[in-house]
């Protein structure tokens, strides 16, 4: 009676598992999270970043100090 | 956490011995690719500097969501919601307004407008594609196997692939490789469907693999010992050399942060060509070497490897790139191979076959590794035997039933042709695969591309990275089916495994045919006299004609090509790009030159007038 009663609940949580991993791909849902949450908190994150400027740079300094840095 | 040395210590003698296990199995035949321990390789991480980072990155969550306009993201995704919803319903009336054979075959068979799928101003999709009940459950299977595959390459060495995500743009277009699955697959079903996936599998396999050594070997992660065994070449330079240094692993330095990205996602090398633009660099220069260049510029390739090979091809704009890259990395030690342009002269064999033994050599000095014949060999007798089931594909295509027909398949082939060079023992089974599936569907007569398939068409020049699914919305909107793509239409030739210095020979000649190399600076009878021949061999009925606006070579050719392809009374549609840049020809703007054709010269209606006019311009 256990053992059937834990069968049917495995089925179950699969069942379920499976039919929650078919709504995220059908309707897209981990392309959603990605492009909605994960893109615009990256792109924050890149343009917080300290990076070096090449606009900042003297022409004639381009070669010597901005390339070799 | 700090490790100590000891603990390091350990670690390393742990990853010698697994090393030399995996010798053993090698010479076995047992051997796994890649190398496990090539993924083990760890030596001096800053584990302080990764806590610091990771701090950072907590600390840059913490500050966003404190300063984030709660109210206006909730009230976005709430009326993405009501969008969604609506869309929903709209799909829920017109299947109730059906007849009930007509659900039913919406039901097995799938959607059969796909324009829909789309929403002005959005990145993703509305929703993933009804292909029918048996190809959407196969699908989301290869979904589900294509995140799994993801997450357990990535899992092999998290941190420092985390530590690159969180430092490269580049790395976060590569979460939507699964988005870039369905965009080449859309439309496809059955047996079409299956060979696309298992295609597309192998090469985001290997871009998964090399991702990870990429973030492995840079110095911001700690240049583990693996980078003494990375060879970096340029990312148009074939793969086979590494063949004779199986204890090596060659990476395509650029292919991961500019050329397979700029696949991916269309919006990815605009910061390079502007930072590169404003360097100085004329902005009528091809693309694939202005965004190489730009890439160094805004630092968005990491500093890796023990040297680079760089390269002449496909064109004089590689040799610039090349010059960035030694200006950028002074310390790394670059061999450049620069082949004959005019490979059908035989006397220039010879040049070429020295200069790879420079190579060789070259390697063999930086590296310490040894050149081994055998590992060459069987790699080449693998490669043959890939060429050979390419060529198989080609017959199939030739005839009135062709079955591989898409994006996936020219993907896989120029990857397998430029970069693989068999050297992954997993895509010959691959390759085993596909064809039975192919074969299988030909003796079954099967439409590759069900209801659609109207017009047998062809592909030469250069194609638009930014729009590399372009083929299957030819196919999905005009029943434009291309059976080939001119950068697939290489060196089909058996490679010598016996004769070594044969074999050096014919190397040299699979290298100088390089994708690309071969007809846009082979001359002018092999990029114009060519596309006739092929034309009639593949009856060809419509040329999808690409410009890169910025490709001397191919703008030389413009005017000779229009007046011959009157002469011939062919379809020849001309379609401008500028190859990794969207803005200068949008994704819109090269679907509506085929619109207008098909419209006004062949007086045709779309099979799917869904997807005639929608906006993509955003999307990945
Ligand atoms: S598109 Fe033209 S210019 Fe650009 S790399 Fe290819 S052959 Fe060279």
Not at chain 2, 510 to 515: F, G, I, K, N, T
């Amino acid at each position: 009676m256990k053992a059937k009663k834990n069968i049917k609940r495995t089925v179950g949580a699969l069942a379920a598992a499976y039919a929650g991993l078919f709504c995220v791909f059908y309707f897209d849902l981990d392309g959603k999270l990605l492009y909605y949450v994960v893109e615009p908190f990256m792109k924050r994150h890149f343009d917080n970043m300290e990076r070096r400027d090449p606009h900042t740079v003297p022409y004639e300094q381009i070669d010597s100090e901005y390339m070799k840095k | 956490m700090v490790l100590s040395t000891e603990l390091l210590g350990i670690r390393n003698a742990l990853a010698e011995k697994r090393e030399i296990k995996a010798k053993k199995a090698a010479a076995n035949g047992k051997a796994k690719f890649p190398n496990p321990a090539f993924f083990r390789a760890k030596d001096n991480i800053d584990w302080k500097a990764q806590g610091k980072n990771l701090m950072e990155v907590v600390g840059i969550c913490t500050e966003m969501f404190k300063e984030a306009d709660h109210k206006a993201f909730w009230k976005l995704q709430a009326e993405r919601c009501k969008d969604d919803l609506n869309r929903c319903i709209l799909e829920f009336k017109q299947a109730t307004q059906m007849s009930p054979e007509e659900l039913k075959d919406v039901f097995l068979n799938g959607e059969k407008t796909l324009g829909k799928l789309y929403r002005k101003g959005d990145m993703a999709t509305v929703r993933r594609e009804w292909k029918g009940a048996v190809d959407t459950a196969y699908d989301f299977k290869e979904w589900l196997k294509m995140w799994g595959m993801l997450l357990m390459t990535f899992s092999k060495d998290l941190v420092p692939a985390l530590n690159s995500a969180l430092y490269y743009r580049w790395m976060i277009s590569y979460f939507c490789c699964v988005g870039f699955m369905d965009k080449n697959t859309f439309g496809q079903k059955g047996s079409a469907l299956r060979m696309s996936h298992l295609m597309i599998y192998d090469i985001f396999r290997y871009v998964a693999e090399n991702l990870v050594f990429l973030a492995k070997c840079d110095k911001k992660n700690g240049n583990s010992v693996l980078n003494k065994k990375v060879v970096l070449f340029d990312e148009m330079t074939m793969g086979q050399i590494m063949a004779g240094f199986p204890d090596l692993v060659g990476i395509p330095y650029q292919l991961m942060p500019v050329f397979l990205v700029s696949e991916i996602d269309q919006l990815t090398c605009i910061p390079y060509i502007d930072a590169v633009e404003s360097f100085g660099l004329p902005a009528d220069t091809c693309p694939v070497p202005s965004s190489e260049c730009g890439a160094l510029v805004i630092d968005a390739l990491p500093h890796m490897g023990s040297c680079f090979i760089s390269s002449s091809m496909p064109c004089d704009g590689s040799v610039m790139a090349s010059e960035y890259m030694s200006r950028r990395f002074p310390d790394l030690p670059v061999y450049h191979l620069t082949f004959p342009v005019r490979y059908e002269y035989e006397e220039t064999t010879q040049d070429a076959v020295e200069d790879i033994k420079g190579c060789i050599k070259f390697v063999e000095e930086i590296t310490g590794a040894k050149w081994n014949w055998d590992a060459y060999f069987k790699q080449m007798k693998r490669f043959n035997e890939e060429t050979a089931y390419e060529l198989q594909k080609w017959e199939v295509n030739k005839t009135d039933y062709p079955q591989i027909i898409g994006p996936c398949y020219e993907l896989f082939r120029k990857w397998n042709y430029e970069m693989d060079g068999g050297a992954d023992p997993r895509t010959m089974r691959t390759f085993e695969k596909v064809n039975d599936i192919m074969m299988k569907a030909y003796e079954r007569r099967e439409e590759a591309w069900r209801g659609k398939m109207k017009y047998r068409g062809i592909v030469w020049s250069c194609p638009a990275h930014y729009y590399a699914n372009f083929s299957n919305w030819l196919a999905n909107c005009w029943g434009i089916d291309i059976l080939v793509e001119m950068e697939s239409l290489n060196f089909t030739k058996v490679l010598e495994t016996e004769d070594k210095e044969e074999a050096l020979m014919d190397l040299a000649r699979l290298y100088e045919r390089m994708v690309m190399r071969r007809h846009t600076n082979g001359g002018y009878h092999n990029v114009v006299d060519e596309l006739w021949r092929q034309v009639e061999d593949w009856r060809a009925e419509i040329i999808i004609m690409y410009q890169n606006v910025a490709c001397k070579n191919m703008a030389t050719l413009q005017g000779i090509l229009d007046d011959q392809c009157r002469d011939k009374n062919y379809h020849m549609i001309w379609i401008e790009h500028d190859l990794m840049d969207p803005r200068t020809v949008s994704r819109k703007n090269m679907r509506g030159k085929v619109n207008e054709y098909m419209r006004t010269v062949m007086r045709a209606e779309p099979i799917d007038p869904t997807l005639e006019e929608f906006d993509d311009e955003t999307a990945m």
